[in-house]
């Protein structure tokens, strides 16, 4: 079992910029990828951004050149960096990892809130 610490949502005006943490404790051996997903209102959840522990990223296309995932091995820390923020870009952020056994943990979200 995985278990996250997520922290860095908040209020930001459109074209700001936000950084989301994740520090993960647990059984983070068993992690081959951790990523952010997101979920707004009346809508599924969907991914965001992804890395894998070879460092392979994945972005979602409404995302690419705006957001950028990275972490820190040594912290157990994913970040999501999150710049030219638009409105539609509102919703609760999920922490998220895959682990060996294909077993997907999650955290318990932060709420990323754009104003126009």
């Known amino acids: 079992q995985v278990q996250f610490v997520e922290s860095g949502g908040g209020l930001v005006q459109a074209g700001g910029s936000l950084r989301l943490s994740c520090v993960a404790s647990g059984n983070t051996a068993s992690i081959i990828s951790q990523g952010w997903y997101r979920q707004a209102p009346g809508k599924q959840r969907e991914l965001v951004a992804s890395i894998s522990n070879s460092g392979t990223t994945r972005y979602a296309d409404s995302v690419k050149g705006r957001f950028t995932i990275s972490r820190d091995n040594a912290k157990n820390t994913v970040y999501l960096q999150m710049n030219s923020l638009e409105p539609e870009d509102t919703a609760v952020y999920y922490c998220?990892?895959?682990?060996?056994?294909?077993?997907?943990?999650w955290g318990q979200g932060t709420q990323v809130t754009v104003s126009s």
């Open positions: 998220s990892a895959l682990n060996l056994a294909g077993i997907r943990n």
